[in-house]
């Protein structure tokens, strides 16, 4: 086993040495080596968690054109995926000229916390050992750290994400959300997922941890496209820019509006003397600037959650298997004055529960209310990483994958001590519930 770990740090060695668009084919080459693999590929999983994109191995489509999309539904990969666990297919038959099994194909996930960052697949001309298994889950836990530090020089990854062209607003848009849609620290777990991925243009979530606290927001800035995802901007910024400076929720709200509020003010008197016809265009196009949203603070140590609520639809928790909505008091949305201010109020969250924060996105007219509460209640045991999507893929389904605003959902697990989660059944397909 030393001998198993040294060859792992001169792995790494290898890969931080190597120039970042090629780090992650290097480690392939290096662990096609070492285990005699015929083929060794990272699939990257992209940006709709819908498909992967294969990034290194012989049958690496690189360059400009479109990343070639292996869809998950139904499929090995989907399997290891979802359940986070290696698979091992075994070729039936023999080899040429000998007894036994036939290469042996292993797909092992990808991750970090909870994050599903892609695939690692191997062919093997045998059925690999116990120390041989423990090598490559140990190489693929290796790669997620491999592709989360080199990203950030390269759009290679970025790349093999993108199945479908993002617009210009789900650009500006998906560089407000936070490197990673998942977070399992072992006493939680935060999952978010928004669709249409490559059209979005106003929604927003992020969460972030301190020593004492776990900060989640969800916010939905008025209008479409371009203009949103630039109101968004700023709202995002600046919760943050309170937060980072140790601000209450109160003081990251009050930035917020203030922000939006001064947005909307410079916007009126550059337009005030422009005609009736431009002004009424504005209005037409624009109307009032502002954004909703939920700001949450939750103490690690008790669970005692704070919150501030600006206008935006009440959550929704499920506990002990039935959902309820919280409602809570509703101050105004931030950028509308005059505004008298906004209340933090608390939140009843147990060790067990499940709160789901969602923009109106998710309340499509096909929708209907008991639906989503029932495919709240079906996914309560999956995983958030899978729940958030099942959910926002129900509204694609149900507006013909053309909704008509952002479908954007935050899910946090606060689970009892060594819960266990169950992940839904590799090609299940979950609609929902009418």
């Known amino acids: 086993m030393a001998d198993e770990r040294a060859w792992l740090g001169e792995l790494l060695a290898s890969v931080e040495s190597a120039p970042?668009?090629?780090?992650?084919?290097?480690?392939?080459q290096l662990l096609a080596r070492k285990l005699a693999a015929t083929e060794v590929s990272f699939l990257?999983?992209?940006?709709?968690?819908?498909?992967?994109?294969?990034?290194?191995?012989?049958?690496?489509?690189?360059g400009p054109e479109q990343p070639q999309r292996i869809d998950l539904r139904g499929s090995v990969y989907e399997r290891v995926v979802r359940s986070q666990q290696v698979q091992v297919h075994v070729a039936s038959g023999e080899r040429a000229g000998e007894g036994g099994p036939g290469p042996s194909q292993i797909i092992a996930p990808v991750s970090d916390r909870g994050d599903a960052i892609g695939l690692l697949e191997l062919t093997l001309p045998v059925l690999p050992d116990r120390q041989t298994m423990q090598l490559i889950v140990e190489a693929a836990h290796a790669l997620a750290y491999v592709v989360i530090v080199n990203r950030r020089f390269t759009d290679l990854y970025e790349w093999g994400r993108r199945t479908t062209r993002l617009s210009l607003a789900a650009e500006i848009q998906h560089r407000l959300l936070p490197d990673s849609f998942t977070c399992d620290t072992g006493r939680f777990i935060v999952a978010g997922?928004?669709?249409?991925?490559?059209?979005?243009?106003?929604?927003?979530?992020?969460?972030?941890?301190?020593?004492?606290?776990?900060?989640?927001?969800?916010?939905?800035?008025?209008?479409?496209?371009?203009?949103?995802?630039?109101?968004?901007?700023?709202?995002?910024?600046?919760?943050?820019?309170?937060?980072?400076?140790?601000?209450?929720?109160?003081?990251?709200?009050?930035?917020?509006?203030?922000?939006?509020?001064?947005?909307?003010?410079?916007?009126?008197?550059?337009?005030?003397?422009?005609?009736?016809?431009?002004?009424?265009?504005?209005?037409?196009?624009?109307?009032?600037?502002?954004?909703?949203?939920q700001l949450l603070r939750v103490s690690l140590d008790t669970g005692q959650t704070t919150f501030v609520n600006a206008g935006h639809i009440w959550p929704l928790r499920l506990r002990e298997g039935q959902v309820e909505e919280?409602?809570?008091?509703?101050?105004?949305?931030?950028?509308?004055?005059?505004?008298?201010?906004?209340?933090?109020?608390?939140?009843?969250?147990?060790?067990?529960?499940?709160?789901?924060?969602?923009?109106?996105?998710?309340?499509?007219?096909?929708?209907?209310?008991?639906?989503?509460?029932?495919?709240?209640?079906?996914?309560?045991?999956?995983?958030?990483?899978?729940?958030?999507?099942?959910?926002?893929?129900?509204?694609?389904?149900?507006?013909?994958?053309?909704?008509?605003?952002?479908?954007?959902?935050?899910?946090?697990?606060?689970p009892m001590p060594n819960a266990a989660y169950i992940g839904p059944r590799a090609g299940s397909e979950r609609t929902m519930p009418s």
């Open 44 to 62: 990257i999983t992209d940006l709709g968690g819908k498909a992967v994109v294969r990034l290194t191995g012989t049958a690496t489509e690189g």
């Open 20 to 28: 970042p668009e090629v780090a992650v084919a290097v480690l392939a």
């Open 326 to 414: 919280v409602a809570p008091l509703v101050d105004l949305p931030f950028g509308v004055t005059p505004n008298p201010g906004y209340r933090v109020q608390s939140l009843d969250l147990r060790e067990g529960d499940r709160l789901v924060l969602l923009t109106d996105g998710m309340l499509e007219s096909h929708v209907t209310e008991t639906g989503l509460h029932d495919l709240i209640r079906e996914t309560g045991e999956w995983h958030p990483r899978d729940a958030v999507r099942a959910l926002t893929e129900a509204v694609l389904e149900f507006s013909n994958h053309d909704p008509r605003d952002d479908a954007t959902v935050l899910c946090l697990d606060w």
């Open 193 to 293: 997922a928004l669709e249409p991925a490559a059209d979005i243009g106003g929604d927003t979530f992020d969460y972030t941890l301190d020593r004492h606290a776990l900060h989640l927001s969800l916010t939905d800035a008025m209008g479409h496209d371009v203009q949103a995802a630039l109101l968004a901007t700023m709202v995002v910024g600046a919760l943050r820019n309170a937060r980072r400076v140790g601000g209450t929720l109160l003081d990251q709200a009050q930035g917020a509006h203030q922000a939006v509020a001064d947005y909307a003010d410079r916007a009126h008197r550059a337009f005030a003397d422009q005609s009736d016809q431009v002004r009424e265009a504005v209005i037409r196009h624009g109307g009032q600037v502002m954004a909703t949203g």
